[in-house]
């Protein structure tokens, strides 16, 4: 199984909004709606901000969303703030022996 | 509240052994699957495997099938991953992570990260 496919970077300036892409196959994003996004900050362990496609966390922003269409699931931030600046994982399921099958990663800053 | 420490830096040579534990705390350990994440210097997250604490079954990645060991003690409320054969390739940070109630495919919480670092 191939990681989701995420662009390796993306760029937003404060109060905009970015989207972050992750695309799979019919075999995983395109099945499941198991898809989950993490936020990583330099030097600390990721921390997870939407799960099952849309939903998000206790404590995250609502700044914070999700879709997917097809084999293409997707985060979006609106009202970009500079603590935004990170890199973000997204991953899915992919049946009961690969749980979470994750992305290349995509450096999101904010200029 | 829920927390996962991990056990400290290792060094190892390549050809040895590594066995990283995580203690859970603040909640039912045995209610709640357990995953293993790498993550090697500059790069993005890889899954190595799942272990339930409850019945002690494994689900591992392929790439790590025949190298890597994941158990528990419930008595501790304590996961260990063990991973054999090292290489350079295998310097990382180790994470344990354990996912939502019920479910397999998330990660709610994480350890701190453990670095492992082979080198000769």
């Known amino acids: 199984q191939s990681a989701l496919t995420q662009p390796p970077s993306a760029s937003g300036s404060p109060g905009q909004s970015v989207t972050i892409s992750c695309t799979g196959t019919?075999?995983?994003?395109?099945?499941?709606?198991?898809v989950s996004w993490y936020q990583q900050q330099p030097g600390k362990a990721p921390k997870l901000v939407i799960y099952d496609v849309s939903k998000r966390p206790s404590g995250v922003p609502d700044r914070f969303s999700g879709s997917k269409s097809g084999n293409t699931a997707s985060l979006t931030v609106s009202g970009l703030q500079a603590e935004d600046e990170a890199d973000y994982y997204c991953?899915?399921?992919?049946?009961?022996?690969?749980?979470?099958?994750f992305g290349g990663g995509t450096k999101l800053t904010v200029l | 509240q829920v927390q996962l420490v991990q056990s400290g830096a290792e060094v190892k040579k390549p050809g040895a052994s590594v066995k990283v534990s995580c203690k859970a705390s603040g909640y039912i350990f045995t209610s709640y699957y357990m995953h293993w994440v790498r993550q090697a210097p500059g790069q993005g997250l890889d899954w190595m495997g799942i272990i339930n604490p409850f019945s002690g079954s494994t689900t591992y990645a392929q790439r790590f099938q025949g190298r890597v060991t994941m158990t528990r003690d419930t008595s501790t409320s304590t996961v260990y991953m063990e991973l054999s054969s090292l290489r350079s390739e295998d310097t990382a940070v180790y994470y344990c992570?354990?996912?939502?109630?019920?479910?397999?495919?998330?990660?709610?919480?994480w350890g701190q990260g453990t670095l492992v670092t082979v080198s000769s």
């Open positions: 019919s075999s995983d994003v395109g099945r499941y709606y198991y």
């Open positions: 992570t354990r996912a939502l109630v019920g479910v397999t495919h998330t990660a709610s919480h």
């Open positions: 991953s899915s399921y992919a049946g009961s022996d690969i749980p979470m099958l």
